[in-house]
């Protein structure tokens, strides 16, 4: 009697450890909120021992989690499987009777998952509408996940597979000239990096546009005003707080968990104070640009860190300034394809989007920017039955069909 009692307030104890979360009062079903926010907790836990305790080169745990690919049961659009350039495709194409030389456009999508979790299999369901309601092909890139996978192997893949699917239109009866891309969190940044790499690449269309839902765009200030108000909501127990992000960015830039990066993560003193100072990157990161975007930046304190990590930073930066890695900081946007940003109010990289946003306007770049005042970081799930997910893909849809069905 006496174990079963310990082993049942063990249980409630740790229950109760994953479960609770503070919730904003104008978050709509809190309690979904929590089980998912349980969820990712609980995974999240158990890859971050795995990742600091144990040999990850192969791997975590997360990496093996396997949620089948949901039935196809709509008629309107045929689904497979399949490859481009070795890079695994889940493909949706619309059942239309269309004749032998009518093309069709298409969309390439990147899922999230911090360069670490998910599948295409996930994402099917927000695919699957894309298809049905746009009547265009969709794309659903598998690319390989960090740690065994390090950068830039995510871009990579993701490169290579649109690169190929333009190449190869035709033959899925679709119009080169009007292939578009789009991709949430992590999926955001490579749908990002990779319209950057192919506008630059004159052998190939440039691409239709591009959707940013919730996109990281940098990892050198984790200190922004949307981080700041998440950490002071939510503190280290939010569905993405700053310890995860910590984690899947330095898993996926080096490999490994890094006990260096990780506290400067979280310390918020990645750079040295002569970059700081000095560089004309910075100015792509002020958080000026936010304070007066019209969002709130409740809890925000100006930076005044003096920490000079000049020794750490020599060794990051080569990576963490890779434009592959943080999009915003290319310096010239002029000519990237228009864009539709979606970010959320209860998300830590919430001004990642706004900033990529600001870029590209200023340079001229055809820009749609909404913040979902009552989204959080992971909500673009439709399984999730949140009436915020309904509204970004609404608004999604009537995006994307001024240039997909142009009237």
Known sequence: MGKLLTIIVVAGILSAFYFYVPVP?????????????????????????????????????????????????????????????????????????????????????????????????????????????????????????????????????????????????????????????????????????????????????????????????????????????????FGNRGIVCKHDMAMFIGLYAFGEFRQDYYDAFMTGTLTSREFRETSELMQYIDHDVILKSGVRSRHYVKPTSQTDNSKLWHDLKDVLLDVRMSPLLRKDMTGLPPAWIATCEYDPIRDDGILYAHRLKNDGVRVSLKNYEKGFHGVWMSDLDFVVYEEMMTDFIVFAKKYVNPK
């Open 25 to 233: 009062k104008d978050l709509e079903n809190p309690w979904i909120f929590r089980l998912t926010n349980c969820l990712k907790r609980i995974i999240h836990s158990i890859m971050y021992y795995e990742a600091k305790y144990s040999d990850v080169s192969s791997g975590v745990f997360a990496n093996r989690l396997q949620f089948p690919m949901p039935e196809n049961n709509n008629n309107s659009l045929t689904v497979t499987t399949t490859e481009f350039d070795g890079v695994r495709v889940i493909l949706f194409q619309p059942n239309l009777p269309t004749t032998k030389d009518q093309l069709l456009p298409a969309i390439v999508y990147f899922h999230g998952g911090g360069f670490v979790l998910g599948n295409p299999d996930v994402m099917f369901g927000v695919t699957q509408r894309m298809c049905v309601e746009l009547q265009v092909v969709v794309a659903s890139v598998d690319y390989r996940l960090a740690p065994k996978y390090k950068f830039p192997t995510a871009f990579e893949d993701s490169l290579k597979a649109t690169k190929w699917f333009l190449n190869n239109a035709k033959k899925y009866r679709v119009d080169a000239r009007k292939v578009a891309i789009a991709g949430d969190s992590a999926g955001g940044l490579l749908s990002a990096a990779v319209s950057q790499f192919i506008k630059d690449d004159l052998n190939v269309p440039n691409l239709l546009f591009q959707a940013l839902i919730y996109p990281t765009a940098q990892q050198i200030d984790v200190n922004l005003p949307s981080t700041q108000q998440y950490h002071a909501i």
